[in-house]
Every structure is written in structure tokens, then in C-alpha cells.
């Protein structure tokens, strides 16, 4: 497609289940992000994958949280034991570096989340 | 890492008047601060960038300035207008951590018609 997919767009959980949460990026885009935004907030990093090279966890809040990148395209964010803090929108953002040295992120339309 | 500080968190203005929301950041080596836009209920959008062999760049009503010896960047709205009113997010890419931006704190814009 021609942005960044994001499935579910809404999910609603109860409190202890786990949960995964989709990105699909835009073909080519080597960088992977993603955050969360509570209401009202801002963006909370949590994790970033960057080609072949160790992603980046040190945004993620507990153990409960984990993310992996298969084949340096589709990301999969994992809540386990999920808690009602965590209800939050999840946004999923990719970019490609331009030759300038930009990064251009494309920001995916996020999944909301409810924890009961 | 890098750390990217953004003030005002929140700013009001009359249509018309101009806006401006500025960041510092840490890492020297930094190198391309863009600008996001966050509309209620939708995703970020890239409304400017600028590169740090660039003093200033602007887009119609919009203008970002960097000044690499402070650490510090503004974006500058112009005649703003009811439209403008989002959140803005400032970030930096730092060349040492992997190329990752990192994201102020955003800026909510009110703008009073």
C-alpha cells in the first residue's frame, strides 16, 4: 500500500490477556518506530528497528512489553499481562534515509487500545 | 542519547497573530530537525524540516530557524488561522545513536478565532 498499515485500529482487551499489535511499513523503509500517545500526550518511544542492526529497546516500560521486525518489514508489538495503564493509541511510524541524510517518518494510523 | 526539550507545552493565540515554539537539543552531532503536526484525532504529519548546513527555511506562513551553536531551533507561524490549531512536535536525528529522531514533548496551539 502507499502509507503505513496499522491493524487493529481498535482493540478492547481485558485487563490481564495478551495482546499483539500489527505494522505493515511502507515498502523500502529500512526504519521502524513505534510510540505511544496517551490522551492528550505526547509521543512516548518505545522501540525502533533499523535495518539488520540491534533495535533499539530502551522506550519499552516493562518486560511485558516486546517487539519484533520479521524480514526487515512487517513489526509485531506484543503487551503481555496487559494492565489498564497501557490502554493508549500505539502508533507505528517508518521512514527510508534520503540520500540529504533526512528521515522523513510516515506515521501509520495508529491502533487505540483499551484495557477494562 | 539525545534529549530534546520543547516550550511552551501549551500556546494561545488570536487568528492572526504570529506563534512561535521552540527546542534545544543535546547532541552536537544532531544533523535534521523536522517538524510534525498533530491534528485532533489524526496521525503526525512532517510540515517542514530543516537540514544543519541551514540557518533558516521557510514555507508560506511557516519558517524554522536553527542555531547550531546554541543546540536550539523555532518554528515561526505566521497570520495564523483556526486551521494551525494541533499539537506540534520538534525532533532531532542523532547520527550517534543509529540515525533514531527523538521528539520533544509537543506543543499544544490554540488559535481563537
Known amino acids: 500500500g502507499a502509507g503505513v498499515s496499522q491493524s487493529p485500529s481498535n482493540k478492547v482487551t481485558e485487563k490481564g490477556k495478551d495482546v499483539e499489535l500489527r505494522c505493515d511499513p511502507i515498502?523500502?523503509?529500512?526504519?521502524l518506530y513505534w510510540y505511544r500517545q496517551s490522551l492528550g500526550q505526547g509521543l512516548e518511544f518505545l522501540i525502533y528497528f533499523q535495518g539488520n542492526s540491534a533495535p533499539d529497546k530502551s522506550g519499552l516500560p516493562s518486560d511485558r512489553f516486546s517487539a519484533e521486525r520479521t524480514g526487515g518489514s512487517v513489526s509485531t508489538l506484543t503487551i503481555q499481562r496487559t494492565q489498564q495503564e497501557d490502554s493508549a493509541v500505539y502508533l507505528c511510524?517508518?521512514?527510508?534515509?534520503?540520500?540529504?541524510?533526512?528521515?522523513?517518518?510516515?506515521f501509520g494510523a495508529g491502533s487505540r487500545l483499551t484495557v477494562l | 542519547g539525545e534529549n530534546v526539550e520543547q516550550h511552551p507545552s501549551t500556546l494561545s493565540v488570536q487568528e492572526g497573530d504570529s506563534a512561535v515554539i521552540k527546542c534545544t537539543y543535546s547532541?552536537?552531532?544532531?544533523?535534521?530537525f523536522p517538524w510534525y503536526k498533530q491534528e485532533l484525532g489524526k496521525r503526525p504529519q512532517l510540515i517542514i524540516d530543516?537540514?544543519?548546513?541551514?540557518g533558516e527555511k521557510k514555507d508560506q506562513r511557516i519558517a524554522v530557524t536553527l542555531n547550531k551553536t546554541a543546540k536550539h531551533f523555532s518554528l515561526h507561524i505566521t497570520e495564523t488561522q483556526p486551521e494551525d490549531s494541533a499539537v506540534y512536535f520538534c525532533a532531532a536525528r542523532n547520527n550517534n545513536a543509529g540515525n533514531m529522531l527523538t521528539f520533544g514533548g509537543g506543543t499544544r496551539l490554540m488559535v481563537k478565532p
Open positions: 547532541d552536537s552531532a544532531s544533523n535534521y
Open positions: 530543516i537540514r544543519s548546513n541551514v
Open positions: 515498502s523500502g523503509h529500512t526504519a
Open positions: 511510524a517508518s521512514s527510508w534515509k534520503e540520500r540529504s541524510g533526512a528521515n522523513v517518518l510516515t
